[in-house]
C-alpha cells in the first residue's frame, strides 16, 4: 500500500469512479484503510441525446455508472451520479470540435482532467465538505525535500497516467490522491477479484470516452461543418490525391492516406485555411524543435526565464526525448530536442519529466503545454 | 436518517404490511380460496372508495399505481394529434403519452402563486379540444389547483370533452372527494397508494359515472381477461390493494389530525429555516389550499442536486422534486413557470414530510440544512482560486 494512503482514516473522500477498475479499486482501498468513501459517477454526455451508443461507449455510460454503483454497495459506501453535461460540453467537446476542425489532434482527456475532474468536481466536492479528490490514475504524489508535493509516473510503468495530468498544480496536488499509483496493474486486478467485485476482468478504456465510432463522424455530426475535400500534396506543392476532410488527418499519421509512393509518405502538415494536407517522407517529419501554448508548471516555484532540461514525451506512451524548454513568456515556450530530432502532432501535449528518476524509479512530472500549429515563433 | 421525501414515496404504514402479509387466492377463481380473496378485495374496495369519496355508481379501477393511472387518464380518452389543454406543471405521466400520441398541447397560463388562472381558461377558443387536464396539487411546491372550479367553469361554457385530474398527491395530505370533483364535471381523476403510506404498485382511476347518453368513451390502456368489468384486464394485486385498504381505514379515522399535525411541523420548519439561513425563497404557496406536507425551496447560490447529497451525507433526505436515477441536473419546472432563472430554479429542492416527521427531526433538520447551506456557499465564494489552498488535513473536514 503506498504511503499516502496512510493517515486516511476519518478524511472524508470524493473519488471520482468511472465504472472502470482501477476507480473501483481507488475507492476500495481507501474505504478500507477507514476513509470516509463518497462515490462520484461524472455524468458528461448523454448518450442518447448525443447520438453514441451506450453500450459501445468506453466509459460514462449508464452500464457503467451501474458498475460503479455495485462496487459502492457492495463496500458499503455512498454513490451519486453528478451531471457534469454543461461545463463537459463547453470545457471539453467543445475546444476539442474546434482544434480538429483546424487540423490539430487534440487529447480531450487533458482538458476533461484539468476542468472539470480537477476544478469542477473538486469544487463541488469541497462544498460537501470533503478533504480529497481521488481518482483511478496510474501516477503518484510524493513529498518533495523542499516540501512540496511533486506530480510522479504511476509505478506501473505499462499504466503510467502521469501524461494526462500535467496541467494539475501543487495546491492541487495537495488535496488529490491516486490510490493505486502504486500498484501494478495485476494487484489492481487481484484486489477487486479478492474484494468479489465482479468488474475485476472488466477490459480497459482505450478510446475517447464520447466517440463511440469514427472521430471524424463525430466531428462533422456535432459541428454540422460538411467534410469538405481538398489536395493532398508533396512538399514541392504538387497534387498526390484527394483527402475526404482535414479533420480526418494527424500529423504524422502514414496509413489510409490513398496514395502509392515508392516511399511511404506521412502527413507532415494540415493547413486548414488552404484546406491542404501536406505530405512528404519520414525524415521531413522531423524537426529540430516545436513550439508549446499554454505552458504549465505543476511547481510555483519553476523558473520562468532560464531554459530547462527535460524529458519531453509527445504523446501518451511516448518514450520520450532529451529537450531544452525555452519560456518565452506569455504561456509559450520553444522546446528544442538535444540529441535526436523527432516528430510532433500538433494539438497534442508535450509533457516535461525530470531528466532523472527517483530512488524508486518514478519520474517526476514538472509540467508540460501544448504543441503549436507553428513551426517558428 | 430522517426522510423528507415523502412526495417521491411515503413510509409504510405498519398496519398495512401487516395486513398484506398473509394473502393468498385470485379473486376470479369459483373456489374457496378464490371467494375469499374476492371478499378481502371487496372489503379493501369498499375502504378506499369511502376514504376517497368514490360515488357507488363511479368506476374504481385499481391500476399498478399512479403513472398507469394517469396514462389511462390521457390515452383512454383521447386519439391521436388532437388538440388537449394541460397546466404547465403536469407529470412526465401525463405529458409523455400525450407526446407519444402526437397531441397538439396547449398549455394554461398561471397566476403568480403558480396556480391555473381559471379566468384566462376559460377564455380560450376550446371548440376542438378533446382533453383538459390539470392536477389536482403539484407534487413540487404542493399547491392545490382549483380543478372543481375550472370544470365547473368550462362545463358552464358548454365544453363537452374530458376533464381529468392527477390527483396522486393529494388523499391524506389535503381534503379530496371524489364525489365533489365529478360533480363539478371531472371526467376521470388518477390517484396512489404510496403518497400516503400505502404499497407501491398500485392506484386506482377513478372514473366518473356515465349520467347521460353523451358518455365519454374510455379506452382501456391493458386489455385481456374480464377483471374489473374490463377497465383494465389482468389478476388484481390482491396483497396490495388490501393493504392501501388498511391504510385508507386509518386515514378515514385520523386523517384530518395528522394533516394539521404535520401542517403545523412543516409551517414551523420553514419559519426555523429562513431564521437560520439567508437567501431562502418560499415556492410553496403561503396562501390558498396547499398540501400539508410540502415545503418547496429556492436556496441561493447552491446547487439543488449538491444540495441533495451534502444532505445526504448528513443523513437527512430530501428531493429535487423529481426522482432522477441518471444524475443528470432538473430544473424546477414550477420555478421556471413563476419566471425565475434557469440557475435559479436548479437551486430549488423539495422537503416534503412523512406522516412520521417529529420535533425532534424538525430540529436536526434545521441545524444539518444549515452546516450544508453554509459550507457550499463558502467555498462558492472562494472558488475563483480554482481550489481551496490549505493544509492536507483541511479545515472543512467536518463534513463527511
Redesign the interface.
Known amino acids: 500500500m503506498s504511503n499516502e494512503l496512510k493517515n486516511l482514516s476519518g478524511q472524508s473522500v470524493v473519488v471520482a469512479m468511472s465504472g472502470g477498475v482501477d476507480s473501483a479499486a481507488a475507492a476500495i482501498l481507501l474505504n478500507n484503510v477507514g476513509a470516509k468513501v463518497v462515490g462520484v459517477s461524472m455524468q458528461v454526455w448523454d448518450y442518447r441525446a448525443g447520438g453514441g451508443n451506450a453500450s459501445r461507449a468506453t466509459c460514462c455510460s449508464p452500464a457503467d455508472f451501474n458498475d460503479a454503483r455495485e462496487v459502492a454497495e457492495k463496500a458499503d459506501f455512498p454513490f451519486y451520479v453528478f451531471d457534469f453535461e454543461d461545463s463537459f460540453s463547453e470545457s471539453v467537446i467543445n475546444p476539442f470540435v474546434k482544434s480538429y476542425l483546424e487540423g490539430k489532434t487534440p487529447n480531450p482527456c487533458l482538458e476533461c482532467n484539468r476542468k472539470v475532474k480537477f476544478r469542477e468536481l473538486r469544487k463541488r466536492a469541497s462544498g460537501l465538505g470533503a478533504d480529497f479528490v481521488a481518482t483511478g490514475h496510474y501516477a503518484q504524489v510524493k513529498d518533495l525535500p523542499s516540501g512540496e508535493k511533486g506530480l510522479f509516473t504511476g509505478a506501473d510503468q505499462n499504466k503510467d497516467q502521469s501524461y494526462f495530468l500535467y496541467a494539475m498544480k501543487e495546491s492541487e496536488l495537495q488535496k488529490t490522491l491516486f490510490p493505486v499509483g502504486a500498484m501494478e496493474k495485476p494487484e489492481v486486478r487481484q484486489l477487486l477479484s479478492d474484494t468479489g467485485i465482479s468488474i475485476a476482468e472488466k477490459p480497459e478504456s482505450q478510446d475517447i470516452c464520447f466517440v463511440a465510432g469514427r472521430v471524424g463522424d463525430f466531428i462533422e455530426k456535432h459541428s454540422g461543418v460538411i467534410a469538405a475535400p481538398g489536395p493532398i500534396v508533396n512538399v514541392a506543392g504538387k497534387i498526390l490525391g484527394q483527402h475526404d476532410g482535414i479533420h480526418n488527418y494527424t500529423v504524422g499519421q502514414r496509413k489510409g492516406l490513398g496514395i502509392s509512393n515508392p516511399e511511404p509518405l506521412y502527413v507532415l502538415e494540415i493547413d486548414a485555411e488552404s484546406n491542404c494536407v501536406r505530405v512528404g517522407e519520414k525524415q521531413e517529419l522531423e524537426r529540430s524543435e516545436f513550439f508549446v501554448e499554454n505552458l504549465s508548471w505543476v511547481s510555483e516555484s519553476v523558473s520562468h526565464s532560464e531554459p530547462i532540461e527535460v524529458l519531453a514525451k509527445l504523446r501518451y506512451r511516448h518514450q520520450g526525448v532529451r529537450s531544452l524548454v525555452h519560456p518565452l513568456g506569455d504561456g509559450q515556450a520553444r522546446v528544442e530536442f538535444i540529441s535526436d530530432w523527432s516528430t510532433v502532432s500538433p494539438g497534442q501535449a508535450a509533457v516535461f519529466y525530470e531528466t532523472e528518476t527517483d530512488q524508486d524509479g518514478d519520474r517526476r512530472v514538472l509540467g508540460g503545454g501544448t504543441i503549436s500549429a507553428n513551426v517558428s515563433h | 436518517m430522517i426522510y423528507l421525501d415523502a412526495n417521491s414515496t411515503s413510509r409504510i404504514r405498519p398496519a398495512a404490511l401487516e395486513s398484506a402479509a398473509s394473502f393468498f387466492g385470485n379473486p376470479s377463481s369459483v373456489h374457496a380460496a378464490g371467494r375469499r380473496a374476492r371478499a378481502s378485495l371487496t372489503k379493501a374496495e369498499n375502504s378506499i372508495r369511502s376514504f376517497l369519496d368514490v360515488p357507488k355508481d363511479a368506476e374504481l379501477v385499481f391500476t399498478s399505481g399512479g403513472t398507469e393511472s394517469c396514462n389511462s387518464l390521457v390515452l383512454g380518452f383521447t386519439t391521436p394529434e388532437q388538440r388537449v389543454l394541460i397546466s404547465p406543471l403536469e407529470h412526465p405521466a401525463i405529458t409523455e403519452p400525450l407526446s407519444n400520441r402526437n397531441a397538439k398541447i396547449e398549455l394554461m397560463p398561471l397566476n403568480s402563486d403558480g396556480r391555473i388562472d381559471v379566468r384566462k381558461v376559460s377564455e380560450l377558443d376550446l371548440s376542438d379540444i378533446q382533453l383538459v387536464c390539470l392536477m389536482l396539487a403539484s407534487n413540487e411546491s404542493g399547491a392545490v389547483q382549483p380543478v372543481a372550479k375550472l370544470s365547473s367553469v368550462l362545463r358552464g361554457k358548454g365544453y363537452v370533452g374530458a376533464i381529468v385530474s392527477d390527483a396522486s398527491q393529494v388523499p391524506g395530505k389535503q381534503d379530496f372527494s371524489a364525489a365533489k370533483l365529478f360533480e363539478a364535471g371531472v371526467s376521470a381523476i388518477a390517484v396512489s397508494a404510496h403518497k400516503h403510506g400505502g404499497p407501491v404498485g398500485v392506484g386506482a382511476l377513478l372514473i366518473a359515472p356515465c349520467k347521460s347518453d353523451s358518455c365519454l368513451l374510455f379506452r382501456p390502456l391493458i386489455s385481456g381477461g374480464p377483471q374489473q368489468n374490463r377497465y383494465r384486464a389482468g389478476t388484481e394485486n390482491l396483497p396490495a390493494i388490501v393493504a392501501w385498504g388498511k391504510v385508507c381505514e386509518l386515514l378515514e379515522v385520523n386523517s384530518t389530525a395528522e394533516r394539521e399535525h404535520v401542517a403545523a411541523l412543516r409551517d414551523s420548519l420553514w419559519s426555523c429555516l429562513t431564521d437560520s439561513i439567508a437567501g431562502l425563497t418560499r415556492l410553496t404557496p403561503s396562501t390558498g389550499p396547499i398540501l400539508s406536507n410540502t415545503l418547496q425551496i429556492l436556496v441561493e447560490g447552491c446547487?439543488a442536486?449538491?444540495l441533495v447529497?451534502?444532505l445526504?451525507?448528513e443523513g437527512v433526505c430530501i428531493s429535487t422534486g423529481s426522482a432522477c436515477?441518471?444524475?443528470?441536473?432538473e430544473v424546477s419546472r414550477v420555478a421556471m413557470e413563476l419566471g425565475h432563472s434557469a440557475e435559479q430554479a436548479s437551486s430549488v429542492v423539495r422537503l416534503s414530510l412523512d406522516w412520521d416527521f417529529t420535533q425532534e427531526h424538525l430540529d436536526s433538520v434545521v441545524e444539518k440544512f444549515s452546516t450544508v447551506v453554509g459550507?457550499?456557499r463558502?467555498?462558492?465564494s472562494d472558488?475563483d482560486s480554482?481550489?481551496?489552498?490549505?493544509?492536507?488535513?483541511?479545515s472543512?473536514?467536518?463534513?463527511?
Open positions: 446547487r442536486d449538491d447529497v451534502g445526504d451525507l436515477a441518471s444524475g443528470k441536473q459550507r457550499m463558502d467555498v462558492d472558488s480554482a481550489v481551496p489552498a490549505g493544509s492536507v488535513s483541511g472543512r473536514g467536518a463534513g463527511l
